[in-house]
Nanobody, 122 residues
């Protein structure tokens, strides 16, 4: 069982940058990791993912603005967000897929953190 904890959320202005961290209680080097978000009244959606061999995927709405990376030695994954928009406001979750089953889906993740809130104001 791996526990995940997200850090780094907050209130920022549109155009600002923010870096989220997800700290795992154990090794996640062989896992596919994902960042998901859920805005009020909307379904949870995948934002970005990184495979065990560091292949990354980004949803179209964040391509070119968000970067996902991992520090294998420290069991941490990051989501660096640039040029934030109001529509990026959401609760951001970190999640892990033990089996690395391709592009992550909400139903396919094995472990979830509790989330960190990102609020982007105008």
């Amino acid at each position: 069982q791996v526990q995940l904890a997200e850090f780094g959320g907050g209130l920022v202005q549109a155009g600002d940058s923010l870096r989220l961290s997800c700290v795992a209680s154990g090794s996640i080097n062989t896992y596919t990791m994902g960042w998901f978000r859920q805005a009020p009244g909307k379904e949870r959606e995948l934002v970005a993912s990184i495979s065990s061999d560091d292949q990354t995927y980004y949803v179209d709405s964040v391509k070119g603005r968000f970067t996902m990376s991992r520090d294998g030695a420290k069991n941490i994954v990051f989501l660096t967000m640039y040029s934030l928009k109001i529509e990026d406001t959401a609760l951001y979750y970190c999640a892990a897929d033990r089996e690395g089953r391709g592009t992550p889906t909400v139903g396919g993740m094995d472990y979830w953190g509790k989330g960190t809130v990102v609020t982007v104001s105008s």
